[in-house]
């Protein structure tokens, strides 16, 4: 079955989680980026916990993560929108290191620990709304659970994880997202604490093939779980040689004929879906007139 999310409320409306599977969507990105394994499980995480969030937007509304936190795959980007649309970039794909002590990925030495997570979101309205806050861990889930504290004021638990293949192909991708209501009852803290703290990782959830709505059930238990909606997920780029060419018309008609005079064309490049698109003399000189 292809990717989809799954929204729900549990123990009677004071909880609201989300879980999904991302593995094909995680693929997608992994083959256009052509992305060695620590690299796609660092992208795979940020995309994964970016459809979620999206997940949580409405309408029209966009949301734009950003991990900046020094380390060696350098920066990473995700952008989503509230109908399972999202694509993603690490400026560094071919990073890959060892396994760390725990054998896993070293994700947090791809990620770095100096830096930022930043949230954007586009709401439609004059001003985006942004939220900034430190990276705690560089394993990511962690550095999101941070943010919906600090930033939202959010009590939440976020997992994400990415298992690899020997051929660098994506195995599995998934996530959850549980965050509290207001007001919700210490008995219920309670019980969620003790079941997120004796969990297994994510990575291993998705590794024993369980699905959304199985993941939900494991953290929260069946008959404490309601699911409302199910929504398909996809690698989708919005990138388009109309939109490249608009933005050559906005550079002026100066710098557009330097183009057709030096390069006798032009190439536009997209970073987060790796497609070219090409611009001949011809074309320059009719966006020059639009210019």
């Known amino acids: 079955m292809s990717d989809y999310l799954v929204k729900a409320l549990a123990f009677n409306n004071q909880v609201r989680a989300y879980a ?6 995680i693929g997608e990105a992994q083959r256009r980026h052509a992305s060695w394994p620590t690299a796609s499980a660092a992208l795979g995480r940020t995309m994964t916990a970016g459809v979620m969030m999206g997940a949580m937007m409405k309408g029209d509304e966009k949301i ?27 400026t560094r794909p071919q990073t890959h ?4 002590e725990q054998g896993k990925l070293d994700v947090r030495r791809a990620v770095g620990t100096d830096g930022m997570l930043t949230v954007v979101k586009d709401l439609g309205l004059r001003e985006n709304f942004s939220g900034q806050t430190p990276i705690v861990s560089g394993e990511l889930g962690e550095d999101f659970t941070y943010y919906f504290a600090v930033s939202e004021q959010v009590p939440s638990s976020v997992g994400v994880g990415v298992l690899v293949n020997p051929d660098n192909t994506i195995l599995a991708a998934g996530g959850f997202i549980v965050q509290l209501m207001p ?43 309601k699911f409302l909606e199910t929504m398909p997920v996809q690698f989708n780029c919005t990138c388009s040689k109309e939109r490249f060419g608009n933005a050559i018309v906005s550079l ?15 190439e536009a490049h997209c970073h987060f879906c790796n497609e070219k698109y090409h611009f001949s003399e011809e074309e320059l000189e009719q966006l020059k007139q639009e210019a």
Do not use: C, W
């Open 252 to 266: 002026g008609r100066q710098e557009i004929q330097e183009m057709i005079d030096e390069d006798h064309g032009a």
């Open 97 to 100: 290191f060892d396994l760390n």
């Open 183 to 225: 007001n919700t009852d210490d008995a219920t803290i309670t019980i969620l604490e003790e079941r997120i703290t004796k969990m297994d990782p994510i990575s291993k959830l998705i590794e024993r093939g369980l699905k959304p709505e199985q993941i939900l059930i494991y953290i929260l238990g069946e008959e404490n779980v």
């Open 20 to 25: 999904v599977d991302t593995t094909e969507t």
């Open 64 to 90: 734009t993560l950003k991990i900046e936190g020094g380390g060696e795959a350098g920066p990473i980007l995700a952008d989503s929108d509230a109908h399972g649309n999202v694509r993603g970039y690490i």
